[in-house]
């Protein structure tokens, strides 16, 4: 594993960049992609955030042409001439830790001159050539404020600007939950602050994100919400969305963010649990505990893993059976896994 310092001198000598965030990316993964993209872009260097599926419509204000999508088939040789002219000199993966969270780019990742990895996932392995994994850290945005203030210290420029806190301050708002989730420290708040000295409007960018919401989204979060099955003695809750759901509210997968939420927020709850059918026989499974729980290991135990309170992974089988799944291992989780006294 590396330093904060020495992933600040590797970006200080790279010069042609690609940042890999994870697949469905969240406000984390993007405002921290951005945050990069646009520092490196600031020091001159050629940067673009390679993503292999849409933004939501709730986080594109924090896009701003960093972001390029691959396309199918298309090779790592291709990809670096388009945007690069040649090929990448560092490939880095953000708030995320495994190329099994870019699956449509993971060719491209590792066909980088050098690979790094910046990330805040206990789940996540040093498997780059450059690491700094901080499971302590609320957010990925907020190591990546460190990175920069360091990448400030390397290159003697200034670098961090008001643009780039509203895309780090973004990450970390998202994963916090608005500075309110048990992952959220002093030093978090220490970094919001140094951010809204740079000029956030913190009340903008959460009506962007939390405020932005269609029509559509809010029925498809109704029909989730109605179609709840609660179990394990009230301590968890179970729901899905599926194509046929999204058809009928004409929605898109992204609006079915923050079911997973609502679901938590139920009294007594301690484990919610969302299902996305993405296709038939692939299941992308969220789960979220409330204060004692640990979902990052059931995650685990299917492949996928997180954060001890946020996890996910993905099932490959019918909706139904991944609800029966779902319930059972839960069930019994909660049964091991029981509230301090
Ligand atoms: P979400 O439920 O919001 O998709 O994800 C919750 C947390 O778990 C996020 O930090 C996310 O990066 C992580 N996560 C979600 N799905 C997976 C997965 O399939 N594998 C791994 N390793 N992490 C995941
Ligand atoms: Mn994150």
Do not use: W
């Not at 870019?102 to 805040?120: L, Q, S």
């Not at 509210?249 to 992204?254: D, E, K």
């Amino acid at each position: 594993m590396n330093t904060k310092r020495e992933m600040a001198e590797l970006l200080a000598v790279k010069n042609r960049i690609l940042i890999f965030p994870h697949v469905h990316m969240d406000g984390d993964a993007l405002g921290t992609g951005a945050g990069l993209c646009c520092a490196l872009r600031k020091l001159g260097k050629e940067a673009y955030i390679l993503i292999e599926d849409e933004i939501g419509d709730n986080l594109q204000f924090i896009d701003d042409g960093f972001c390029v999508r691959i396309e199918d088939g298309e090779t790592p040789d291709a990809v670096f001439e388009k945007y690069l002219g040649k090929k990448a000199d560092l490939c880095i993966m953000v708030d995320c830790g495994s190329p099994d969270r870019f699956e449509k780019r993971k060719e491209v990742f590792f066909a980088g001159e050098v690979t790094g990895c910046i990330d805040h996932h206990g789940t996540s392995k040093p498997i780059a050539d450059y690491n700094f994994i901080d499971a302590g850290a609320a957010a990925c945005a907020e190591i990546m404020y460190d990175v920069l203030r360091e990448l400030e210290d390397v290159t003697g420029a200034d670098i961090i600007d008001k643009q780039i806190a509203d895309a780090l301050f973004s990450g970390i708002m998202t994963d916090t939950g608005c500075f309110v989730y048990s992952n959220t420290t002093i030093h978090t708040h220490e970094v919001a602050i140094e951010l809204m000295k740079k000029g956030v409007d913190s009340s903008a960018i959460s009506a962007n994100i939390y405020e932005s919401d269609s029509f559509a989204k809010i029925r498809l979060n109704g029909m989730a919400v109605d179609a709840m099955r609660v179990f394990a003695d009230g301590q968890a809750a179970i729901t899905i969305v599926t194509q046929d759901m999204l058809k009928e509210c004409g929605a898109v997968m992204n609006d079915a963010e923050g079911v997973v939420d609502t679901l938590r927020s139920i009294k007594g709850v301690e484990i919610a649990v969302f299902l996305k059918e993405l296709a038939e026989n692939e299941i992308k499974v969220s789960m979220r505990a409330k204060s004692y729980a640990n979902v990052a290991v059931i995650a685990s135990e299917f492949g996928g893993g997180g954060h001890i309170r946020a996890a996910g992974c993905t099932l490959r089988m019918p909706a139904e059976e991944a609800l029966k799944t779902m319930i059972s291992v839960v069930t019994e989780a909660l049964g091991t896994q029981t509230k301090p006294e």
